[in-house]
């Protein structure tokens, strides 16, 4: 069974910079695509970003240009670099896998969770001015 593990939260001021990273057990890891989302206290959960197994990028809009996706396949993480932290930034960050292993999805598919079947236990990210 596929477990991901998410690390690399923590409390940043505003301005600043964190790296999430998320290690996946199990086989086949390159190939799936693989998404990050998060979720603030009294809202739903929400599509950040998403990278497929081909290393089509996809980002939200309100972290395009701040936060970069990347994959390393061989050490089979996923790591989320997020710049230019804001306040609004906070929330739990949560790693996920997609159900689908075709080459080609449409970002449809990669920004609904409902996409995705395997998701980690999150990691806190607070940011504060």
């Known amino acids: 069974q596929v477990q991901l593990v998410e690390s690399g939260g923590g409390l940043v001021q505003a301005g600043e910079s964190l790296r999430l990273s998320c290690a996946a057990s199990g086989r086949a890891f390159s190939d799936y695509n693989m998404g990050w989302f998060r979720q603030s206290p009294g809202k739903e959960r929400e599509f950040v970003a998403a990278?497929?197994?081909?290393?089509?990028?996809h980002y939200a809009d309100s972290v395009e240009g701040r936060f970069t996706i990347s994959r390393d396949n061989a050490k089979k993480t996923v790591s989320l670099q997020m710049n230019s932290l804001k306040i609004d930034d906070t929330a739990v960050y949560y790693c996920?896998?997609?159900?689908?292993?075709?080459?080609?999805?449409?970002?449809?598919?990669?920004?609904?969770?409902?996409?995705?079947?395997?998701w980690g236990q999150g990691t806190q990210v607070t940011v504060f001015s």
């Open positions: 996920a896998r997609t159900r689908r292993t075709a080459y080609y999805v449409p970002r449809s598919y990669l920004t609904d969770q409902s996409s995705y079947d395997t």
């Open positions: 990278i497929t197994r081909t290393g089509s990028l």
